[in-house]
Every structure is written in C-alpha cells, then in structure tokens.
C-alpha cells in the first residue's frame, strides 16, 4: 500500500525521537477528533466511547513522556464498534469517517506508548485518507493539503500555534462532514 505520509516526514519521524512521534500523533488525533466526538454525540451507549476518546487525545498533548497505559488504551478502542470487523463493510458516510478517526487515534496511541514512528506514520496515514476522501465529496475542499501543512509543521520544530491550528483543522472537518450529511 502507498504511504499518503511526504517523506520528509516519514524521515522526520523516523529521527526524530520519541518527543517528536508523540508531539505529531497528539496533533493529528486532534485533528481527528471532533470526527468521532461529534458524529458520536447523542448516540446512546457510546458516552463512555467519546469520553475515552477525548481523555486519550487530551493525555497524547504529554508529548514529553510516553503514556504509561498506551497499550490498555489501545486494546479499548479496539472495542470500539468502528474497529469490529464487519463483513458488510461500513459505508453510511457518518460511520466512515468515525472509523477514521477511531483507527486514528489508535495509531496515536499506539505510536505514542513506545515512541514508534511506524505507528506514527500509519496514523498520519489514517487521517490523509480521510482527507482526501473528504476532499473528493466536498466541492472545492482542501482538507489533504491542509492535512499535509499541518503534518508538516508538527515537526518543524516551531510547533507554536500547533494545537489550535489542529483544535480549528477539526472543526472544519467537521462541519465540512456534517455539511456533506445534510446533502446526502
């Protein structure tokens, strides 16, 4: 499978350190977020889910250490119901991007534990899809370029800015999807 992730990032990631793999998998969950946070809201039975999420992106911004539960974390969401094998596959377009972004901040999670920039990269991978998907079903959007600028800045090093650039990223991304919902 072709990795969506520039290479310079890959390479970054890769030298970086663990600081660095934790800093960008925290900005990229964030980003994520809202996607399964929002299009989860109201569901019953799921408060427990979008509770976990939210304390597992706010515990990813620790950048300086690892989780010391990374790998609990990882095995709950994979209860997660958009991480449960389904032979009929997910298609309703709410349901889609929830996997996304739960599949997202596994690889965060996963990532962020033992500073893994394998993991890192696959999470970075998870939300360029997303993106480009949202791109293709938004008329005049630019999320995967956007998605790319923000992966990018993550580890240059001048990360002021990083959290809310990724708190409005989400944000959009969400009422992009929303929007999209309404249309279907």
Same mark, same amino acid.
């Not at 709410?94 to 996997?99: C, I, K, R, S």
């Given at each position: 499978m072709q990795k969506l992730v520039e290479s310079a990032v890959t390479e970054a990631l890769r030298d970086g350190g663990? +600081?660095?793999?934790?800093?960008?998998?925290?900005?990229?969950? +964030?980003? &994520?977020?809202p996607l399964f946070v929002g299009l989860r809201a109201? +569901? %019953?039975g799921r408060e427990a889910d979008r509770d976990f999420y939210v304390e597992c992106?706010?515990?990813?911004?620790?950048a300086d250490r690892p989780?010391?539960?990374?790998?609990?974390?990882v095995r709950r969401l994979e209860r997660f119901w958009e991480l449960q094998p389904n032979e009929e596959g997910i298609t309703a377009v709410?349901?889609?991007?929830?996997?996304f972004a739960a599949l997202c901040l596994r690889y965060a999670m996963s990532a962020?534990? %033992?500073g893994s920039p394998d993991a890192a990269v696959s999470c970075g991978h998870v939300a360029?899809?997303?993106?480009? &998907?949202?791109? +293709?079903?938004v008329a005049g959007a630019s999320f995967l370029a956007e998605e790319h600028r923000l992966q990018s800045l993550s580890l240059s090093g001048d990360v002021s800015g990083l959290w809310g650039a990724s708190v409005t990223a989400g944000r959009e991304r969400f009422r992009a999807v929303l929007g999209h919902l309404i249309r279907c």
């Open positions: 663990g +600081e660095a793999i934790r800093l960008y998998v925290a900005a990229c969950a +964030e980003r &994520m977020a109201g +569901e %019953p992106v706010r515990d990813l911004w620790q989780l010391a539960d990374a790998t609990a974390g709410a349901d889609v991007y929830a996997f962020h534990g %033992p360029l899809t997303a993106m480009g &998907m949202l791109d +293709e079903n």
